[in-house]
C-alpha cells in the first residue's frame, strides 16, 4: 500500500491528513471541508477493519500479472470534473483495479466499458484510463463509487455500507451543479435513494424500482439506472455499447435546459 503523501501522482492526502477511524470519525471528517479535502480524507479512511484488511492483504499479495507495479490499496475518492453536471455512481473499486490504480474505475474490465464509452458520449477526453498522469481528463461529469474500499467479493456488507456512506453524502453536497446521476447496477441505485432520502429529498411513491433506463427525479436531481458494466453483464450480452450509449444520451437530454417556446 502507498503511504499518503509518499510520491504516488495525485495523492490528495499527506502526512497531515486526519483519518477516520470508525463510523463515528467518518462522519465527523466528511463534514466542513471543501472537495480536495474530501478527496484527501477518504483516501486514507480506516473505518473498516476487514475492508482495510483486505484492501491492504491485496495490495500486498498482488495478482502475478501486475506483480512489478505498485499498488495504491487505499481508498478511491472520486475523480474527474469537480463542477459536474453528471455524476456517475458505482459500488466499490475493485481489488486489482481501482484498488491497484488509484483511481475510480481504472485498471479492470468495467471500467475500460465505461472510459470508452464516456468517450464516445464526448465527455472523457481519452477512451481509455490507465492510471494516473495518462492524460486521461472527464469534461462534466466525475465518478465516485458509493463503498469506497475494495470489499471481497464485491460485496460489502451492510455496516460497511453504511459507515462508508457520509463520504457519499458530502461529496454530493459539495457538488451544487450535478443534475443527474447516473447509477450503474441495483446497489448504486439502493444507495443514492437512501442517500437523498438521508438528505431530507423526497423519494417518490412507490419507491423507484431499478431496471435499465429507469429514471427517478429525487431533490435536485435526476437518477437514470444502467447495468453495471461487469464482466458478468457484458459478456452476456445483457449490457451492450449501444444500450450504455443509449443511457449516456438519455443522460444528456435530461440535464438539458428546457426548450423556451
Ligand atoms: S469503505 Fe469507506 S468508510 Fe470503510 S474504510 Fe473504506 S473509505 Fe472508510
Known amino acids: 500500500m502507498t503511504a499518503a503523501g509518499r510520491g504516488w501522482p495525485g495523492d490528495p492526502a499527506d502526512a497531515t ?8 470519525g467518518v462522519r465527523t471528517l466528511a463534514a466542513g471541508c471543501d472537495l480536495h479535502e474530501l478527496d484527501a480524507r477518504v483516501s486514507v479512511c480506516r473505518a473498516c477493519p476487514r475492508l482495510v484488511a483486505w484492501r491492504e492483504q491485496v495490495a500486498t499479495e498482488k495478482r502475478a500479472s501486475f506483480a512489478t507495479e505498485p499498488y495504491w490499496g487505499r481508498p478511491i475518492p472520486g ?23 488509484g483511481r475510480v474505475f481504472t485498471g479492470d474490465r468495467s471500467g475500460d466499458w465505461l472510459f470508452a464509452a464516456l468517450h464516445r458520449a464526448g465527455l472523457a477526453a481519452l477512451p481509455t484510463s490507465v492510471h494516473a498522469g495518462d492524460g486521461q481528463r472527464l469534461d462534466g461529469v466525475r465518478i465516485v463509487a458509493a463503498v469506497r474500499c475494495a470489499p471481497p467479493d464485491n460485496r460489502p456488507t451492510t455496516d460497511e455500507r453504511d459507515t462508508c456512506a457520509p463520504w457519499l453524502a458530502a461529496e454530493l453536497a459539495l457538488l451544487p451543479t450535478a443534475r443527474v446521476i447516473l447509477c450503474l447496477g441495483g446497489f448504486a441505485w439502493d444507495a443514492a435513494l437512501r442517500q437523498l432520502a438521508a438528505a431530507g429529498n423526497a423519494v417518490p411513491r412507490p419507491r ?19 447495468f453495471h458494466p461487469s464482466q458478468q453483464n457484458t459478456f452476456t450480452g445483457r449490457l451492450t455499447e449501444p444500450m450504455l450509449d443509449d443511457v449516456f444520451a438519455a443522460a444528456k437530454d435530461l440535464a438539458a435546459p428546457p426548450v423556451q417556446a
Open 17 to 24: 491528513t486526519p483519518v477516520a477511524l470508525d463510523a463515528a
Open 79 to 101: 475523480w474527474g470534473d469537480p463542477q459536474p453536471w453528471l455524476v456517475v455512481l458505482g459500488l466499490a473499486p475493485a481489488a486489482h483495479g481501482g484498488n491497484r490504480t
Open 208 to 226: 423507484p424500482r431499478f431496471g435499465h433506463g429507469a429514471t427517478a427525479d429525487v431533490g435536485p436531481f435526476t437518477l437514470i439506472a444502467s
